[in-house]
């Protein structure tokens, strides 16, 4: 194990953006900002200037990573996408068989043979969503949800043959364009209300979405769900039962707004309940006659089954199967957000979606989940280790700690079978404070980071990422290391370190952990290992930036500074300490404030250059 310090593991970069010159954002070396000279103080040679730019990786059988070269399946490690040199974005999100992109303007950009309809797809991403203002995008298999500045949800098909409007929509929509003074966008869409009234002033602020279902936060704590088809609750990860389906529209398949009850599935726990042993004596009355003594009843357990089931929710849409399934994909077999009954009246800070399964975390700093737990991924432990929790139940932190340490949630994440709780841990006796990483769920993949491949299911603590130190110059001591963002794939996780990014007129960037499933590179290393201890990638090949400093040139630049701050180890494994991918702070550029940010994907990842004031 490698003893690194906060400032002698990070990679010092030189970050400088240009002006605004028509409407991308780049950078040059003649206008530093913030001090991110393209000169670095601890590397002497030159590093050559850095456009804002998008780096994919991962799954390419769709054309997501690298449009420009289909004939691959895979791309091993971050790859720049040419086509968004110099872009800056206000969000991106990948899919299986497509990607997404929302533009400074609020536009959505769309690529990937799953949008095209066409294995042979061109590399460029193509306008589809336009005059929204969208901030946030989420992705599912067929339908696209973007939540726009006025809190507004918006769906639209992710396949650009779905989106195609008739002659007869496209001349409505041209003549309602008008009359805003925009232009007709084209694309078929729809926009999401709640069946409950909203309050004035109240608008959505987050949306998540599962498998089959989607989770959307109000500014007000409220929390509504939504299910994208008919399996959105056969694990009761929805949260509310009576749902209303295919809303009424001149182009809809259906006959008309139907109500239905999507109600979980009573035999998932079933698998888990063991036959009860047959008593040791009994009244021979009870007997059946002729019996001289009990029939021995084998006591061994059903096993469990291996991966969630989905059963059919016994509703049908249309006898023709091909046409049932359009019907489920279609953007208007649900257009109505219920509020989830078991919520009302309790004020939500944060709403996810894991694959089938959905946490909460209170303003207090409490998490619920329900759902789907097969592999532990609610964290409710071995005693309530059932398939499926169909009812919000409050998720026990603090069984990580001892009983003089308070702990309290401050941020949720969740993907595929997995959930993540990132917690404010305050030993009260010294009032010692630190922040650590808790994981639960399948542990296949790696995805719990601990080092071992089993499931867990209650939360443990990511040793890796917790309790990291460093010297801080505002306060003049050691301090907790922040996260500054997780994001979870079906599978893997890439994690953002809120570390010290100035020290000492030292420029650094945030540091980057990535582990999990890595059947289709996206985890970059440029390996197909799964990893299950969080590591550092590479730094981002940006073109022409020369060589980063060595150790010694690291070293010799930090003499200077204090000890304390040069000797705190963070305990990370690292192939590579001096030499990694760190992402950009947040640099002021006019009136707009960017950062680089990296996202998880489905089989993909991505770095971006993200707009933080849109």
Known sequence: MLALTTTTTTLAVGYALHRMTNDPLYARS?????????????????????????????????????????????????????????AVLRDLVLAETYGAAVDEKGDVLQWGSGFYCSPSATATPRPTLRGYDVLKLTATPHKVFALTRKGEVIVFPSSSERQRLNEEQRRNNSSWWRVWGSTDHGTDHEKIRAEQALAKGE????LSAGESHLLALTSSGRSFALPLDLSANVYGQLGVRNVQLLSLHPTSVSSGALRVKLNPDPTLNEARRELPAPP????????????????????QPIAPVSRPRRTDSGVRLHDDEPTHQAMEQDIRFSTVLHELPALREIEIAELVAGARHSLARLSDGRVLGWGANGYGQLGLG?????????????????????????VSCNRIAAGGNLSYFIVDAVDIPTMRETIDLLATGNGQFGGIGNGSWAHQASPVKVKTISGLLEWSETAGKVAPIAIKDITVGNAHIA????????????????????????????????KRSNLSTPQHLPPLPYAGLTAPPTAEAVVEATK????????????????????????????????????EAIVAGDGGSAVYWRILNP
Not at 566 to 589: F, N
Request: a positive charge; hydrophobic letters at 30%.
């Open 382 to 406: 071995s005693s309530l280790s059932y398939p499926s929790i169909p009812a919000p139940t409050e998720i026990p932190l603090t069984r990580c700690y001892p009983k003089a340490v308070r």
């Open 495 to 526: 994690l953002v370190l809120d570390n010290a990014v100035d020290q000492g007129g030292v420029k650094f960037g945030r540091d980057v952990f990535v582990w999990g499933h890595n059947m289709y590179h996206q985890l970059g290393t440029g």
């Open 560 to 595: 200077d500074q204090p000890e304390t701050e040069r000797t705190i180890g963070s305990g990370t494994l690292s192939p590579m300490p001096h030499s990694r991918m760190q992402l950009a702070p947040e640099i002021k550029v006019g009136k707009r404030l960017v950062e």
């Open 30 to 86: 003649s206008e530093p900002e913030r001090g991110y000279e393209t000169q670095s103080q601890l590397h002497r040679g030159k590093l050559g200037s850095i456009s804002p730019s998008v780096f994919l990786w991962g799954r390419n059988e769709h054309n997501v990573a690298s449009p420009q070269t289909p004939e691959s399946d895979m791309v091993k490690k971050p790859k720049l996408a040419a086509q968004f040199k110099g």
């Open 203 to 206: 608008r959505f602020v987050s």
């Open 280 to 299: 040791t004596r009994i009244d021979p009355l009870l007997l059946p006659p002729g019996a001289t003594e009990l029939p021995v009843v084998a006591s």
